[in-house]
Nanobody, 124 residues
Framework: QVQLVESGGGLVQAGASLRLSCAAS????????MGWFRQAPGKEREFVAA????????YYADSVKGRFTISKDNAKNTLYLEMNRLKPEDTAIYYC?????????????????WGQGTQVTVSS
């Protein structure tokens, strides 16, 4: 079975930085695209960032452009999300996910595997 395990979340003040990690393990699968989504209380899950595993092209939500950076380590099968200049609006549970086939990067529906999530809380 494919497993995705996020880590790195925490409680920080506005303006601080956090680096989230997502370690993939289990059976081999095609990593077409891996991405990060987040869900705040009472809100829908929203797209944050994604990276094509082979081409290394990246995609970002407008709300995080210039502040967040997505990257990966092929040898470690690990996905990262560097979050800088955090704002209270960034408070949410952050999930990593993988598309094993082609799909729409922005749509959570097109992702096949999900991690358990890691909480990020940003205080004012």
């Amino acid at each position: 079975q494919v497993q995705l395990v996020e880590s790195g979340g925490g409680l920080v003040q506005a303006g601080a930085s956090l680096r989230l990690s997502c370690a993939a393990s289990g059976r081999t699968f095609s990593r077409n695209t891996m991405g990060w989504f987040r869900q705040a209380p009472g809100k829908e899950r929203e797209f944050v960032a994604a990276i094509n595993w082979s081409v290394d092209s990246t995609y970002y939500a407008d709300s995080v452009k210039g502040r967040f950076t997505i990257s990966k380590d092929n040898a470690k099968n690990t996905l990262y999300l560097e979050m800088n200049r955090l704002k209270p609006e960034d408070t949410a549970i952050y999930y990593c996910a993988v598309q094993t086939r082609g799909g729409v990067v922005l749509r959570s529906y097109d992702y096949d595997y999900w991690g358990q999530g890691t909480q990020v809380t940003v205080s004012s």
